[in-house]
């Protein structure tokens, strides 16, 4: 079921190209206030960054004067239409930005836990600017993001842009508004078709250009990037002439016609599902050629609802029975110059629309249609059934997905002021957790509610779906990976009083019952926002050699004072910890792992922060 969802709505990709990071070579001119290094850290109550030697990180250390607009770094790339992906890093309290052709702004800010957003804040496309408006009015038509999607001071979060650059005639008069088509910070969609009637605030010039340099701002504060990737779409598109048609009736689920002749014929500029008269019951086929630019390999992307197939110089590229909205796709090199399609559809069933697509599309160019734009039907709207927070936790029950698998056994936990959790009920470990928005229940409520999952609607850092209380012989023996019915028994769970912001608020406590011992599993909002505080509660005997795995990732860092930063820097932990009670970070199994003995304790408490 899973693998139909990619189908029916498949995830964005794009081919990109690596930006390195061993040295300067990519920027013009860099300020002193940037190098390269091979790590970096923080912490959420830092105003600094910490640097260790090495490759792979651009980082701005800001170690000059604020606003010297000389420590902006300038891409020697220069682009229109772009694809961006990037992972970036700030202390508390910094400012940076993305400038799309030195001229068009995504904001870079710490706007972690502010409520209200607008548009100078993380994520937001900057406002534009004009004194002329008057004191009070200078900055206008700016864009906020849509929520809140940044995470913690000196955790890493990840931007993606796609943007269309205005576009000119031949003697510069601008014929199309630069474009945003879509933003998305840490997995969130922030914007989307954000039309722009001119540069925002600090742009390198108020005139508009066809292309111009990425561009970074340097001089408000510090900054760390990595992993800047992107696919520029500069390359020579194709033609197509015009195509012939002919069109039959009957059923011709085979794509054979035989010595059956064509109902109606003809020329049309691109090939239409318009020319099908009937709802059911035909066969269209279509014959054109392709005038293709230059010799690359060339992706070819085919929908219809019933079958089809599309031949490329007789070569079959798609074939097969699908809907309309299943994306098929088949590539071939194809050589500078003229080729031949042929494109035939049958549809020989009432139900289900009527439609026909057909796209090619290679790296560095946008995907063009082969077929009329109004040959598919559009999008079918489906409504967005959400599960909203107010100020009592919320429970929902429903199917997770967690990685490839769908956990049929689950809950998710609204918690008031905007922290969630999902939680494995025959595990007792958590899934994911995340900040913003509560639950997408579109896929468990809408039509027949299938495959029954639910989703977060928000910035999500993923946890590893273990109990976190285990027996080991010493702190090297393995950590159980999962618990059979024997060794944990879920005893269900109850609403509680707990005293949160001067109120008296049920939260769940879960309980358990783990090779004898009584456990319960309570998970509370920090009292600052900051994350989530979790409680655990045993009667386990004084001597017992009882552990704790608070965090499991790539990398666990210490960052003093017993925080640690987990899975490079991905989310924080805070630990209540002792010197009877030390915490240790091992590996294990290609992992690293934050283990505490609990011997002589009853309650764990320890804090998940991004």
């Given at each position: 079921?899973?693998?139909?969802?990619f189908?029916?709505f498949?995830?964005?990709?794009?081919?990109?190209?690596?930006?390195?990071?061993?040295?300067?070579?990519?920027?013009?001119?860099?300020?002193?206030?940037?190098?390269?290094?091979?790590g970096?850290?923080?912490?959420?109550?830092?105003?600094?960054?910490?640097?260790?030697?090495?490759?792979?990180?651009?980082?701005?250390?800001?170690?000059?004067?604020?606003?010297?607009?000389?420590?902006?770094?300038?891409?020697?790339?220069?682009?229109?239409?772009?694809?961006?992906?990037?992972?970036?890093?700030?202390?508390?309290?910094?400012n940076?930005?993305?400038?799309?052709?030195?001229?068009?702004?995504?904001?870079?800010?710490?706007s972690?836990l502010?409520?209200?957003?607008?548009?100078?804040?993380?994520?937001?496309?900057?406002?534009?600017?004009d004194?002329?408006r008057?004191?009070?009015?200078?900055?206008?038509?700016?864009?906020?993001?849509?929520?809140?999607?940044?995470?913690?001071?000196?955790?890493?979060?990840?931007?993606?842009?796609?943007?269309?650059?205005?576009?000119?005639?031949?003697?510069?008069?601008?014929?199309?508004?630069?474009?945003?088509?879509?933003?998305?910070?840490?997995?969130?969609?922030?914007?989307?078709?954000?039309?722009?009637?001119?540069?925002?605030?600090?742009a390198?010039?108020?005139?508009?250009?066809?292309?111009?340099?990425?561009?970074?701002?340097?001089?408000?504060?510090?900054?760390?990037?990595?992993?800047?990737?992107?696919?520029?779409?500069?390359?020579?598109?194709?033609?197509?002439?015009?195509?012939?048609?002919?069109?039959?009736?009957?059923?011709?689920?085979?794509?054979q016609?035989?010595?059956?002749?064509?109902?109606?014929?003809?020329?049309?500029?691109?090939?239409?599902?318009?020319l099908?008269?009937?709802?059911?019951?035909?066969?269209?086929k279509?014959?054109?050629?392709?005038?293709?630019?230059?010799?690359?390999?060339?992706?070819?992307?085919?929908?219809?609802?019933g079958?089809?197939?599309?031949?490329?110089?007789?070569?079959?590229?798609?074939?097969?029975?699908?809907?309309?909205?299943?994306?098929?796709?088949?590539?071939?090199?194809?050589?500078?110059?003229?080729?031949?399609?042929?494109?035939?559809?049958?549809?020989?069933?009432?139900?289900?629309?009527?439609?026909?697509?057909?796209?090619?599309?290679r790296?560095?160019?946008?995907?063009q249609?082969?077929?009329?734009?109004?040959?598919?039907?559009?999008?079918?709207?489906?409504?967005?059934?959400?599960?909203?927070?107010?100020?009592?936790?919320?429970l929902?029950?429903?199917?997770?997905?967690?990685?490839?698998?769908?956990?049929?056994?689950?809950?998710?936990?609204?918690l008031?002021?905007?922290?969630?959790?999902?939680?494995?009920?025959?595990?007792?470990g958590?899934?994911?957790?995340w900040?913003?928005?509560?639950?997408?229940?579109?896929?468990?409520?809408?039509?027949?509610?299938?495959?029954?999952?639910s989703?977060?609607?928000?910035?999500?850092?993923?946890?590893?779906?273990?109990?976190?209380?285990?027996?080991?012989?010493?702190?090297?023996?393995?950590?159980p990976?999962?618990?059979?019915?024997?060794?944990?028994?879920?005893k269900g769970?109850?609403?509680?009083?707990y005293?949160?912001?001067?109120?008296?608020?049920?939260?769940p406590?879960?309980?358990?019952?783990?090779?004898?011992?009584?456990?319960?599993?309570?998970?509370?909002?920090?009292?600052n926002?900051?994350?989530?505080?979790?409680?655990?509660?045993?009667?386990?005997?004084?001597?017992?050699?009882?552990?704790?795995?608070l965090?499991?990732?790539?990398?666990?860092?210490?960052?003093?004072?017993?925080?640690?930063?987990?899975?490079?820097?991905?989310?924080?932990?805070?630990?209540?910890?002792?010197?009877?009670?030390?915490?240790?970070?091992?590996?294990?199994?290609?992992?690293?792992?934050?283990?505490?003995?609990?011997?002589?304790?009853?309650?764990?408490?320890?804090?998940?922060i991004?």
């Amino acid at each position: 079921m899973k693998k139909l969802l990619f189908l029916l709505f498949p995830i964005s990709a794009f081919a990109q190209t690596e930006i390195p990071l061993n040295d300067l070579g990519a920027f013009k001119n860099p300020s002193t206030n940037w190098t390269i290094v091979g790590g970096i850290s923080g912490d959420y109550q830092a105003t600094t960054l910490t640097s260790t030697e090495g490759k792979g990180i651009l980082y701005g250390t800001a170690k000059g004067a604020k606003y010297q607009a000389n420590d902006d770094l300038f891409f020697k790339l220069e682009h229109g239409d772009i694809k961006l992906s990037l992972d970036f890093m700030i202390p508390k309290g910094s400012n940076s930005g993305v400038y799309l052709q030195g001229r068009y702004e995504v904001q870079i800010l710490d706007s972690w836990l502010k409520k209200e957003i607008n548009d100078g804040d993380c994520g937001a496309i900057y406002h534009r600017w004009d004194e002329a408006r008057g004191a009070g009015n200078e900055g206008y038509e700016g864009h906020a993001p849509r929520q809140n999607a940044v995470k913690a001071p000196g955790l890493w979060n990840h931007l993606e842009i796609d943007f269309k650059a205005p576009t000119f005639d031949a003697s510069g008069k601008k014929l199309t508004n630069a474009r945003f088509n879509k933003v998305t910070l840490n997995g969130i969609i922030i914007h989307e078709n954000i039309e722009l009637l001119g540069v925002t605030r600090g742009a390198v010039s108020p005139k508009e250009a066809a292309t111009g340099p990425i561009r970074i701002q340097g001089d408000h504060g510090p900054v760390a990037f990595k992993n800047i990737k992107y696919e520029v779409f500069d390359k020579a598109i194709a033609t197509f002439s015009p195509t012939t048609y002919e069109y039959y009736q009957g059923k011709y689920a085979s794509l054979q016609t035989g010595n059956a002749k064509p109902v109606k014929t003809g020329t049309a500029a691109q090939p239409t599902m318009k020319l099908a008269e009937a709802k059911a019951d035909f066969l269209l086929k279509f014959q054109g050629k392709i005038i293709i630019p230059e010799t690359d390999n060339y992706t070819f992307t085919t929908n219809w609802t019933g079958t089809g197939a599309l031949l490329i110089d007789n070569d079959t590229i798609t074939k097969g029975d699908h809907w309309y909205s299943e994306n098929v796709q088949g590539t071939k090199k194809l050589s500078a110059g003229e080729h031949t399609y042929t494109l035939i559809h049958a549809k020989d069933f009432g139900w289900g629309p009527k439609a026909l697509g057909c796209f090619i599309e290679r790296i560095g160019t946008a995907k063009q249609g082969i077929t009329e734009r109004t040959s598919l039907p559009e999008p079918e709207a489906t409504p967005l059934i959400e599960v909203k927070v107010g100020q009592e936790p919320v429970l929902q029950r429903s199917f997770v997905f967690y990685g490839d698998k769908k956990k049929t056994h689950a809950i998710s936990v609204g918690l008031p002021y905007g922290l969630n959790y999902s939680y494995d009920l025959n595990q007792g470990g958590y899934l994911q957790l995340w900040r913003g928005k509560f639950l997408d229940a579109t896929q468990m409520w809408h039509d027949r509610g299938e495959p029954q999952t639910s989703s977060p609607m928000g910035t999500t850092v993923n946890s590893n779906d273990k109990f976190p209380l285990a027996f080991l012989a010493n702190e090297s023996a393995a950590f159980p990976d999962t618990l059979t019915k024997s060794d944990l028994k879920y005893k269900g769970y109850r609403l509680q009083k707990y005293d949160f912001a001067g109120q008296q608020i049920a939260f769940p406590d879960f309980m358990y019952e783990y090779k004898g011992i009584k456990v319960k599993d309570t998970s509370l909002p920090m009292a600052n926002n900051e994350g989530i505080s979790r409680r655990l509660s045993f009667d386990a005997g004084s001597d017992s050699k009882l552990y704790a795995l608070l965090a499991e990732g790539i990398t666990i860092t210490n960052i003093g004072n017993n925080r640690f930063a987990v899975d490079n820097q991905q989310y924080y932990v805070q630990v209540n910890a002792s010197e009877t009670n030390k915490v240790i970070v091992r590996e294990s199994n290609g992992k690293k792992q934050l283990l505490m003995p609990l011997a002589g304790l009853k309650e764990l408490s320890y804090q998940l922060i991004f």
